[in-house]
């Protein structure tokens, strides 16, 4: 069974029929920022492909759209497949074959009203003078771009060097049987016998159109997040590890995957050094859970890498947490700060984010994305909005956290006032960013690391696990049992989810929270009065004009 592909959509004003589609998961990472041509009806359109392409189908007729549709996704198509395929070196027949396109059309375009030879010799004069000066590749070069788009080529710059040097010498020669019409010799031109028929020698150039009834594993994994509510960097590790698959095994079409494809790749995985946990809970993880969605919702008979796995026993358990001292070690160090001249929000995120870590146990990117505006009061009672608004959160929720008491007194509430509504632990994006769409590694996600690496590599002091910030978080949790917190208030502010659906019932005050966290008891730290800036910083556009115009008038005194 084929997987139902978007069909033609009308606009809602016009009723034009529009092809919108976006790019497949695996293209997710690749700079599509390139042109394709569409076929539509008559015509060739061609369109900026990048993350989503859209283009019009001029038409109204819904059948004639569907018609449309089909012609346009299957060039569409063959763009995506000539990036994975990657830039394919050209023959020289093949290179001439090219360059016929242009003579041809010069000289066609041209044939009944060849105008003035002097015109032509002007043309043939100055294209001279392009090669003498070098200058083929300007010249010429975006004649062969858009001929690479139209014909669907995707090649090496070596070989585009040489479609150039081909284009000038085929244009050259059309200008030579311009000129002798314009004369009014119209003898036969042997000269376009000398090229060969591109259509017959484009061969690998040409990707293969796809199968009708093929279940692609990336249009598979596209349609899951289509159908489901899943984070979009579940989708992208997903995407990335069947991109691993598909290299190793050479099949895209889940019907073609077999037991030893995916035993064959198992072996791989654990043999470049994957622990079982990565092995079962990532890669596997992956595939399995999009074969599964073909086994669902398109017929696939059998999900063949349900019951492979990596059955090593796991590294023995470790330490997952700081002990006290250690505990005591790093936050003590936080009234020192750090030897590196560094920007004031990373100041503040090695001073701050161990102490909020200590008191919260959140994840380390849920703090070092709090903004001024996730700070809040329910009347007197402080609290921290975590919210996927400021970037991300693990399951796409937001929840309350309380404020203990020794973090108030530290001045955190006064830092988070004076920073303003923006973010404290990083440069702000530009003015106008949407933090839900940011794509790539986020500055919060830097900061977080930022902090771990002063812990292990300023301060000497081992990561439990392997994870520097991951630790407070299992600290946080061990402290909670010990002087008796709520489970259910420990659970809800870690963001960890309730375990059952009595627990997901009424709102959680936070009161209720403040009362739960005081619980903790403080930590006992020889405190200074030393806090890093709470100066705000303007976003990152703004800030390098800033920068730009000290450094202008340091070089000017």
């Known amino acids: 069974m084929s997987l139902r592909m978007p069909g033609p959509s009308p606009h809602p004003k016009t009723g034009v029929y529009y092809l919108r589609q976006r790019a497949p998961s695996d293209l997710?990472?690749?700079?599509?920022?390139?042109?394709?041509?569409?076929?539509?009806?008559?015509?060739?359109?061609?369109?900026?492909?990048?993350?989503?392409?859209?283009?019009?189908?001029?038409?109204?007729?819904?059948?004639?759209?569907?018609?449309?549709?089909?012609?346009?996704?299957?060039?569409?198509?063959?763009?995506?497949?000539?990036?994975?395929?990657?830039?394919?070196?050209?023959?020289?027949?093949?290179i001439q074959a090219l360059a016929g396109?242009?003579?041809?059309?010069?000289?066609?375009?041209?044939?009944?009203?060849?105008?003035?030879?002097?015109?032509?010799?002007?043309?043939?004069?100055?294209?001279?003078?392009?090669?003498?000066?070098?200058?083929?590749?300007?010249?010429?070069?975006?004649?062969?771009?858009?001929?690479?788009?139209?014909q669907g080529v995707n090649t090496d710059l070596f070989s585009?060097?040489?479609?150039?040097?081909?284009?000038?010498?085929?244009?050259?020669?059309?200008?030579?049987?311009?000129?002798?019409?314009?004369?009014?010799?119209?003898?036969?031109?042997?000269?376009?016998?000398?090229?060969?028929?591109?259509?017959?020698?484009?061969?690998?150039?040409?990707?293969?159109?796809?199968?009708?009834?093929?279940?692609?594993?990336?249009?598979l994994l596209d349609h899951k997040f289509a159908t489901q509510s899943l984070k979009e960097k579940t989708k992208s590790d997903y995407a990335r590890d069947l991109a691993k698959f598909v290299k190793s095994s050479g099949h895209r079409n889940a019907q073609e995957v077999t037991n030893e494809d995916v035993r064959k790749w198992r072996d791989e995985l654990i043999?470049?050094?994957?622990?079982?946990?990565?092995?079962?809970?990532k890669a596997l993880a992956a595939l399995s859970a999009v074969l599964t969605h073909a086994v669902r919702e398109f017929d696939l008979p059998t999900n063949v890498a349900s019951d492979i796995r990596d059955r090593r026993d796991g590294p023995a358990p470790g330490k997952k947490s700081y002990d006290m001292a250690e505990a005591k070690a790093i936050l003590g160090a936080t009234f020192n700060g750090s030897l590196k001249d560094i920007s004031a929000p990373h100041k503040r995120a090695l001073f701050w984010v161990p102490w909020i870590c200590a008191y919260t146990g959140l994840r380390v990117t849920e703090i070092t994305q709090l903004r001024g505006v996730?700070?809040?009061?329910?009347?007197?009672?402080?609290?921290?909005?975590?919210?996927?608004?400021?970037?991300?959160?693990?399951?796409?929720?937001?929840?309350?956290?309380?404020?203990h008491p020794h973090l108030v007194e530290l001045g955190l509430l006064e830092m988070f006032k004076e920073v303003g509504d923006g973010p404290a632990f990083y440069v702000p994006y530009p003015d106008g960013t949407d933090l839900t769409k940011l794509t790539g590694k986020r500055k919060s996600q830097e900061a977080g690391v930022r902090v771990g690496?002063?812990?292990?590599?300023?301060?000497?002091?081992?990561?439990?696990?392997?994870?520097?910030?991951?630790?407070?978080?299992?600290?946080?949790?061990?402290?909670?049992?010990?002087?008796?917190?709520?489970?259910?208030?420990?659970?809800?502010?870690?963001?960890?989810?309730?375990?059952?659906?009595?627990?997901?019932?009424?709102?959680?005050?936070?009161?209720?929270?403040?009362?739960?966290?005081?619980?903790?008891?403080?930590?006992?730290?020889?405190?200074?009065?030393?806090?890093?800036?709470?100066?705000?910083?303007?976003?990152?556009?703004?800030?390098?004009?800033?920068?730009?115009?000290?450094?202008?008038?340091?070089?000017a005194a």
């Not at 043999?271 to 809970?281: Q, W």
């Not at 439990?464 to 259910?488: E, I, V, Y």
């Open 28 to 94: 997710k990472n690749f700079p599509l920022d390139g042109k394709v041509a569409i076929p539509v009806g008559d015509l060739i359109r061609t369109v900026k492909a990048g993350a989503t392409v859209k283009v019009s189908l001029d038409t109204k007729d819904p059948a004639e759209a569907k018609k449309r549709h089909r012609e346009a996704d299957a060039a569409l198509h063959e763009y995506w497949q000539r990036y994975r395929e990657g830039p394919q070196p050209l023959t020289n027949k093949q």
């Open 101 to 150: 396109i242009l003579y041809a059309r010069l000289v066609d375009m041209m044939d009944s009203e060849p105008g003035e030879e002097g015109i032509w010799k002007e043309v043939l004069r100055l294209n001279k003078g392009k090669e003498e000066g070098g200058e083929l590749d300007r010249w010429f070069g975006p004649t062969v771009d858009e001929l690479f788009t139209e």
């Open 160 to 219: 585009r060097t040489r479609v150039v040097n081909a284009a000038f010498k085929a244009i050259q020669l059309a200008a030579e049987t311009n000129l002798r019409k314009a004369g009014g010799d119209y003898s036969p031109d042997d000269a376009l016998k000398s090229f060969p028929n591109w259509e017959a020698e484009r061969g690998d150039a040409k990707p293969a159109s796809r199968a009708a009834d093929d279940l692609d594993l990336f249009a």
């Open 271 to 281: 043999a470049e050094g994957l622990s079982p946990s990565k092995v079962n809970g």
């Open 374 to 403: 996730d700070v809040r009061a329910d009347g007197d009672t402080p609290y921290l909005l975590v919210t996927p608004d400021a970037g991300s959160t693990k399951g796409g929720g937001a929840w309350m956290t309380a404020v």
């Open 453 to 555: 690496n002063w812990i292990t590599e300023e301060l000497g002091i081992p990561a439990p696990g392997g994870k520097p910030n991951h630790a407070w978080r299992h600290l946080f949790t061990t402290l909670s049992r010990a002087h008796g917190m709520d489970k259910q208030a420990r659970d809800y502010m870690l963001g960890s989810g309730a375990q059952d659906a009595r627990e997901g019932y009424g709102d959680w005050p936070p009161s209720a929270l403040a009362r739960e966290i005081k619980k903790l008891p403080r930590f006992d730290i020889k405190e200074s009065a030393w806090r890093p800036s709470n100066q705000a910083v303007a976003p990152q556009a703004q800030r390098e004009r800033q920068i730009s115009k000290a450094r202008a008038q340091r070089k």
